[in-house]
């Protein structure tokens, strides 16, 4: 088992930034694929980005290219996204998630690649 667990939500103002933080229990983070998701009331949850084990790769959705960055400090079992230009839609309870399979080559980007979730924080932007 791996917990997840997210920090780092709030209230912004459009435009803003905030960055969330997704800390992992278990070393074998270092060796999983990590994503961020977010679900709007309402909404199905949707993926907005993900990074590869090694840092090698990163893909985000078409919505938060160019404003949202996912990282990774493996060191700290701890992946990030940082978010910028903020906007109303962007508004979602953010929930972090981890591939269970080690040194997966092909980046997971579906609901069910993933195997371990975070509770979720709130990330709200008012216009």
């Known amino acids: 088992q791996v917990q997840l667990v997210e920090s780092g939500g709030g209230l912004v103002q459009a435009g803003g930034s905030l960055r969330l933080s997704c800390a992992a229990s278990?070393?074998?983070?270092?060796?999983?694929?990590m994503g961020w998701f977010r679900q709007a009331p309402g909404k199905e949850r949707e993926f907005v980005a993900g990074?590869?084990?090694?840092?090698?790769?990163?893909y985000y959705a078409d919505s938060v290219k160019g404003r949202f960055t996912i990282s990774r400090d493996n060191a700290k079992n701890t992946v990030y996204l940082q978010m910028n230009s903020l906007k109303p839609g962007d508004t979602a309870v953010y929930y972090c998630?981890?591939?269970?399979?080690?040194?997966?080559?092909?980046?997971?980007?579906?609901?069910?690649?993933?195997?371990?979730w975070g509770q979720g924080t709130q990330v709200t932007v008012s216009s």
């Open positions: 278990r070393r074998t983070f270092s060796t999983y694929a």
């Open positions: 990074i590869s084990w090694n840092v090698g790769s990163t």
């Open positions: 998630a981890a591939d269970g399979r080690s040194f997966r080559r092909v980046l997971p980007t579906a609901l069910d690649e993933y195997d371990y």
